[in-house]
């Protein structure tokens, strides 16, 4: 059992097992020894971790960046080449050919699982990419998918890695306008999707969608067409093309294309939390080292693993931690094409039961959402086989955490707070489970060779201190950096380079404690300040989620005569609780007692939902819009997963007095 004990901040933390980390890669030593090599010798430490990989032409030149303003660029092992899924693949053959890849679970838990080898998953991946060279894409070229969570959309990810095409992914729940978007952003040729997605026992018509979408494309747009369901489409003869047709008579022989490092291996949108999305370019050389170094000490996977990330290919947790992470260390990973309350609230861990999860990685949204319905749907399950648990997308309050912990890790297991970005194409701020101590709530300590530094948000100056509260930037470069926005340098300099010369700037807020742990407290955007007090939203809505009555909270800023800003609270609360004056009061008084007088609410609205992008994070943003009673500018509302929850909070916007 874990231990709690106090360190120097004389916080309560969770100390790391030394069971667990007599049996892991990475303990307490072994980290600080690492990291300090990490920083000091960048050139040697990741030169010795790229042999990790499987190259074609072995690199020479390691590290060639510079953040400074007017010369921005990233380049890593840049005479290199390799091909990167023959690193995800072929070279496992020898080894662990019979070994299951993918183990892939159905939306209905009726339908079998699959298992995928080494071996099928080479064959299908041999196949896709002849049958995608047969439909004119070559080196270079973009491919749009639009995918259920089926094993075909991490075949048609190696397949274009293995043709050297770039492939930019669109979640399945956007919609024809996005999509089409993103076909013409991109200048693609081919797009690659299926009937219907099958999720949460509805079914999504991407076929239909998709149809929709080219409508609004160049006419020699063509579309591959998984037939999922089976269920009823329209087909253009000539445009559309059956998958299975043509893969069942495609070779079975491909050599993989060689590529250079550099070579961008996809393109993929940002959230769109805070503004318009970006379109992330990842490379093939470090790109795929980070992933598979992060996956591999984060989750600390060891041989016989099964490892399971539940987001969706459609988000770059996806494309780094259940594809090309987890496969190009060998491991076996699951793919999940459901959601977490469907049939009922028990689904994830009836899953960790049947196929033995070993680490499980998901976001606070899901964690909220599950904590909310109740603990009998996790009692009733046996989760002995967890031994990591991880959390990624938004910061998670230390409710969530200890819920997570308890119920779900029954406090045996880890939890690995992972922040990062679709920028940084893994984790930068994570702890490692058999070396770094958690405090719930903290993403702790940064990965090896990523430097955070906290700036000072109005002179833009390095804070020393190891206490302290600002602007989180890096110092440095890491191999699984974005190298640009696609098609748009400028807008990648400008986004991440200028306001802070010298630094990466991530847009995010943070406190650094006495023990120098990270604390993310939101976006910097999101930073409130009442009364001449900055105060990041993070801490008050984790003070109401911790109320026994709050499922969720956001919280923004709006203009206050006096304080200069007041705290504007959107509550939803817990199945069957009831909205009333006297809750409201109470949770003002709760907040006051918990943070101080100063962060206490102003006004609370009673949210039943609140506006999330389609991977689940709040869009403070637009509570922001409609604090503020400016309802015209609600912004770049595309990637918001369901509208009419914007509708509802317009209507009942509380009375500013
Ligand atoms: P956009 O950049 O388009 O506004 P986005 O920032 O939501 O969208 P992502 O790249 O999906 O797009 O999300 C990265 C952001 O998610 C981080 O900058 C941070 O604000 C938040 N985040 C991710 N993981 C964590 C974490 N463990 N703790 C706190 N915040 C996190
Ligand atoms: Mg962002």
Known sequence: MTEQKPIASGEIIKAVSEEFAANAHIDSSKYSEMY????SDPEGFWGEHGRSLDWIKPYTKVKDTSFAHDDVHVRWFEDGTLNVAANCIDRH?????????????????????????????????????NVLEDLGVRKG?????????????????????????????VFAGFSPDALSARINGADARLLITADYAPRGGRQTPLKSNADAALLHTRDDVKMLVVKRTGGQTTWVDGRDFDYHELMLEADEVQHPVEVEAEHPLFILYTSGSTGQPKGVVHSSGGYLLYAAMTQKYVFDVHEGDVYWCTADVGWVTGHSYIVYGPL????????????PTYPDASRFWQVCDKHKVTQFYTAPTAIRALMAKGPEFVETCDLSSLRVLGTVGEPINPEAWNWYNDLVGKGRCPIVDTWWQTETGGHLLTPLPGAIATKPGSATLPFFGVQPVVLDPHSGAEITETECEGVLCLKDSW?????????????????????????????????RDADGYYWITGRVDDVINVSGHRMGTAEVESALVAHAKVAEAAVVGYPHDIKGQGIYCYVTLMNGEEPSEELRKELRTWVRTEIGPIAAPDLIQWAPGLPKTRSGKIMRRILRKIAEDDFGALGDTSTLADPS????????RMNKK
């Open 36 to 39: 300090a090599a990490s920083v």
């Open 93 to 129: 053959l020898a080894t662990r050919g019979d070994q299951t890849a993918i183990i892939f679970e159905p939306d209905d838990p009726a339908e079998p699982a699959q298992h995928i080898t080494y071996r099928e998953l080479h064959r299908q991946v041999c196949k896709l990419s």
């Open 645 to 652: 929850v914007v509708e509802d909070l317009i209507e009942n």
């Open 141 to 169: 070229d973009r491919v749009i998918l639009y995918m259920p969570m089926i094993p075909e959309a991490a075949y048609a990810m190696l397949a274009c890695a293995r043709i050297g095409a770039i492939h930019s992914i």
């Open 479 to 511: 191999p699984g950096q974005m190298r640009t926005v696609y098609g748009d340098h400028e807008r990648f300099v400008k986004t991440y380079f200028s306001d802070y010369k010298g630094y990466y700037f991530s847009g995010d807020g943070c406190r």
């Open 328 to 339: 190009a260390n060998g491991g076996t990973t699951v793919m999940f094409e459901g959601v």
